[in-house]
T-cell receptor, first 115, second 110 residues
């Protein structure tokens, strides 16, 4: 069990550019979640997948954001035409559904700074 | 949606002291987790505790679901306990997503 991994760990970009983040969940975990955390706040839910199906999207996820999990394993989160307000920590988590005590395990996050 | 309130917002302790962190939530929950966020931003699982009491070393947690609160106890605090503690809940019927409180910032002084 190698834990949830995210790449890159840090990203600095200019306003208007597109960025893509990757998340590799714990192997065998069929659920994968994306959250966003801004300074001084708790993480906020963005979206989640069960296997390859995207089952829920938050209203925070504007049409500039898209997430995929094509084979039910890793996931990508893309932000198009980045804005300064997108600067945040993007966290990925995974869990195994149907287990007693379904616990979400978080990755180290990707810190995005939009200049 | 469900509201999660944590108190106190900030806590300063001397090494060796005990503390109690509180989490109140506004609706029934399927899941409640306590996390410790380290200075690098990593969220570390402490407890999965939608009800009942659990202990892990110097940490213990109690959730009284009928009264909609959870408590995290830290005994004999150490400087390495410093960081932000989050309570997160999954509202019944909320499709697995966690709603987090704003966190409690704990500073343990040597």
């Amino acid at each position: 069990d190698t834990g949830v991994s995210q790449d890159p760990r840090h990203k600095i970009t200019k306003r208007g550019q597109n960025v893509t983040f990757r998340c590799d969940p714990i192997s065998e975990h069929n659920r994968l979640y994306w959250y966003r955390q801004t300074l001084g706040q708790g993480p906020e839910f963005l979206t989640y997948f069960q296997n390859e199906a995207q089952l829920e999207k938050s209203r925070l996820l504007s049409d500039r954001f898209s997430a995929e999990r094509p084979k039910g394993s890793f996931s990508t989160l893309e932000i198009q035409r980045t804005e300064q307000g997108d600067s945040a920590m993007y966290l990925c988590a995974s869990s195994l559904s149907g287990t007693i005590g379904e616990t979400q395990y978080f990755g180290p996050g990707t810190r995005l700074l939009v200049l | 949606g469900i509201q999660v309130e944590q108190s106190p917002p900030d806590l300063i302790l001397q090494e060796g002291a005990n503390s109690t962190l509180r989490c109140n939530f506004s609706d029934s929950v399927n899941n409640l987790q306590w996390f410790h966020q380290n200075p690098w931003g990593q969220l570390i699982n402490l407890f999965y505790i939608p009800s009942g009491t659990k202990q892990n070393g110097r940490l213990s947690a109690t959730t009284v679901a009928t009264e909609r609160y959870s408590l995290l106890y830290i005994s004999s605090s150490q400087t390495t306990d410093s960081g932000v503690y989050f309570c997160a809940v999954e509202n019944t019927g909320a499709n697995s997503k966690l709603t987090f409180g704003k966190g409690i910032t704990l500073s343990v002084r040597p």
